[in-house]
């Protein structure tokens, strides 16, 4: 592949007001290029786009297109750089009404040169918030799409779109649909904006003296003009890939702009590394018809703030996962000491989620088309989930990962939103980790509170996620949450009724719309806060969970928590695969009785705090 860098703009307005400032501050910059001029961090804007192409694995020529107004300019710099001089284009225009226009800038530089292979084309007085993205990322994407590739990114709040070239981009397939050229408010609802940064195929190439001859005029010899003539009206397969950061053309805007955007790129250059980033994720109950999500049925759950998984993630040198002290022990005290750990503990901690969630968010932004930055980091988790008892502790421990890869590398709502999220996290456990799991959890998780969850087949095969809607969360009941003290692995509880439902079993597939229909019932309790009717709800779950799987599955320890629950004749239930369970007792002075009870048992307990996100501060 071939890099080509186009400096050759003409008498620019920043160039005009460096020169009548009257201030001094600028007088330094008076005649020096626009891709000359300070840059973030302080390098000059040509140093970054030359730092960042300088690579012989990926380009086997680099090539600067100037023009004879400023080529000695360019000709110093290239000898201070260790640039190839002969690689230097000059395209012979001195002034603003005689020079080539963009396109022909390209083109000359091709037919010059004599240039038969892809080429990338950059502007190189183009500032970049992001001084370390994976240009390599974006060469590998290009590869793997029948067609061109056109850069965007997301437009800043402060930004309007009728000063840009925007890309309506679908989401599936990532081909550019349409390319609008600085479109008036309302054209287009995208947000989404073009760059000049490019690859173009060498058996497209021709395109461009095409584009020329049809373009006589060098107003329209633009890079906008050219793209949307080749998307719009030739419908060449044009394909978008996103870079998490901003860009500016410094050749676009005058002294003041220019000052406003290199402090502000500037600012969030010095301020990403120092601060560490801190997310939570909670602990899930599910309160109405589980286990049917992983079976198209329908299901209710919350968060709830007991308990969390909380990761921090610091910007390093080095990629870096730190094992937790007590889920990833690397030290202990003896032989037996390790023994009992292993025994009660396995295997498997917390750190493999860790690194399996990093391998598959690496993965899925190469094939959703977003270009990350060469940044490496530290990652650290902590978490008081009991283990083993169903409450979706993995998950939380994934969820957490990714709300800070995410921030770490501006990846939007947009770029990654909460439905295909709950996705991405089952996909981390179930196809890096082969953990059995469904949806329920992780969409909670994501969502966070109390949520109405519908896993309907038609919903899942046409769009790949259910229905998720919030329900209110005040004035709710109170909940409870016991749990056995030493659970065996909560896995196990699924048995084989999963085959059973493959194979067509009459007795799961009725039993799982049952499960579907009460999780209906359920849902308009909330909504009419009748809680008598919630409790015999989650009896009837249970009692249905009972029926499909066996006691002989659901195990002795789980039984005998129920059994003890209804004693006190509170509702009780499986909040997840097994090992802790959930109610609902309308008695304060039973709840009382029966919290003595569970501790005597050997069970822990406690009241259930919900985490509802739309508190603020409660975590």
Known sequence: ??????????????????????????????????????????????DFWWETVNTRQLFSEVYLVTNADKYKHYERWATANDFPVENVVNDGSTTLDDRLGAVADLEL?????????????????????????????VIRFFRSKPGELAIYYELESGEKSYSRGIVEVCPNTHRVMRFLEKPQEGVSASRLASVVFYCLRKESLPYISEFLVQHPDVDDRTFGKFWEWLINEEKVPVYGMKLPTGFQLIGQVGLSDYTKWLAHYSS??????????????????????????????????????????????????????????????????????????????????????LQATCKKFYQFCSEQGIALSKQNFTLKYDTNIPRQVGLAGSSAIVSATLKCLMKFYNITDNDLPKPVRANFILNVETDELFITAGLQDRVVQVYEGLVYMDFNKQLMDERGYGEYIPLDMNDLPLFWLAY?????????????????????????????????????????????????????????NFELRRSVYTEDCLGPGNLKMVQLARQFESAVKLPGSGGAVVGLCMDQERLVEMKRAFQEAGCVFCVIVPYDPSVQGQS
């Not at 160039?15 to 302080?42: C, F, M, N, R, W």
């Not at 091709?110 to 240009?135: E, P, T, W």
């Not at 909380?310 to 022990?329: C, G, I, K, R, Y």
């Not at 295997?347 to 989620?353: E, P, V």
């Open 268 to 353: 969030k250059q010095q301020l990403s590394p120092s601060k560490p980033i801190t997310c939570r994720s909670y602990a899930r109950v599910g309160l109405m018809g589980n286990p049917s999500d992983g079976f198209n049925g329908k299901t209710i759950a919350m968060t709830i703030a007991n308990f969390w998984a909380e990761v921090t993630l610091m910007e390093s040198q080095a990629l870096v996962l730190l094992p937790h002290p007590l889920n990833d022990p690397t030290e202990f005290g003896s032989l037996q000491d390790l023994f009992r750990i292993s025994r009660k503990e396995g295997y498997l901690g917390g750190l493999r989620l």
């Open 484 to 540: 056995l003290g030493d659970p065996s692995d909560s896995g196990r509880i699924h048995s084989n009724v999963r085959q059973r439902w493959l194979n067509g079993d009459s007795a799961v597939v009725e039993a799982m719309k049952s499960f579907a229909e009460l999780t209906d019932q359920a849902r308009t309790a909330f909504q009419c806060k009748d809680w008598p009717r919630l409790a015999q709800l989650m009896d009837e």
């Open 1 to 46: 592949m071939i890099c080509i860098l186009l400096v050759a703009g003409h008498g620019t307005v920043l160039e005009t007001q460096i020169k009548s400032d009257v201030t001094g501050l600028y007088a330094h910059l008076t005649g020096v290029p626009k891709a000359l001029l300070p840059g973030v961090g302080g390098k000059k804007i040509l």
């Open 109 to 137: 530089a091709i037919r010059s040169r004599q240039l038969q292979d892809d080429i990338m084309v950059i502007a190189g007085d183009m500032l970049c918030a992001d001084q370390n993205f994976d240009i390599a990322q």
